[in-house]
């Protein structure tokens, strides 16, 4: 799954306990996890990704 925001494209994929996205820059890459207990669905996951990063 992949989320859009801005000039930024996320690369998400699902691990048992989080949420992994990924961020690449040219040879820059940053990855954040997020605990399934705050987001446990993709639309919840999209919303919070959209109104926090």
């Given at each position: 799954?992949?989320?859009?925001?801005?000039?930024?494209?996320?690369?998400?994929?699902?691990?048992?306990?989080?949420?992994?996205?990924?961020e690449?820059?040219?040879?820059?890459s940053?990855?954040?996890?997020?605990?399934?207990?705050?987001?446990?669905?993709e639309?919840?996951l999209?919303?919070?990704?959209?109104s926090?990063?």
């Amino acid at each position: 799954m992949t989320i859009r925001k801005d000039n930024h494209i996320y690369t998400v994929s699902e691990t048992e306990k989080l949420w992994v996205f990924k961020e690449e820059c040219g040879a820059l890459s940053v990855e954040y996890r997020i605990d399934k207990a705050l987001c446990q669905t993709e639309a919840e996951l999209r919303k919070y990704v959209e109104s926090v990063m």
